[in-house]
């Protein structure tokens, strides 16, 4: 099961990467195209890739650190060491309803 898992998150992170460089890719090589005007849809397809790859980053800062601990399960007690440190005791978070 462990090893099902890992080929699938080595997997979905292929699939991440190349879609993150495809997008970038597409951008350089159509930022000169000829525009026909307010409905070019190159511009429009350019517009998509730049929010695929901002939305991409933000959710490889979420998901990497998942990521790395089921690629590296040895780096997974340090990763599950840090979420024990974020208790609502240590956040000295009241919690008086």
């Not at 601990?69 to 240590?90: D, N, Y």
Request: a neutral charge.
């Amino acid at each position: 099961m462990a090893e099902k898992r890992r080929l699938i998150s080595c997997f979905i992170a292929a699939l991440f990467v190349f879609v993150i460089l495809s997008s970038l890719f597409f951008i350089v090589l159509e930022a000169d195209h000829d525009c026909t005007g307010e409905h070019c849809p190159v511009c429009h397809q350019i517009n998509i890739c730049e929010r695929a790859l901002k939305s991409g980053f933000a959710v490889a800062v979420l998901v990497a650190p998942v990521l790395l601990g089921v690629i590296f399960p040895s780096a997974a007690p340090v990763a599950s060491a840090v979420c024990l440190c974020l208790t609502p005791v240590t956040l000295k978070v009241k919690l008086s309803d």
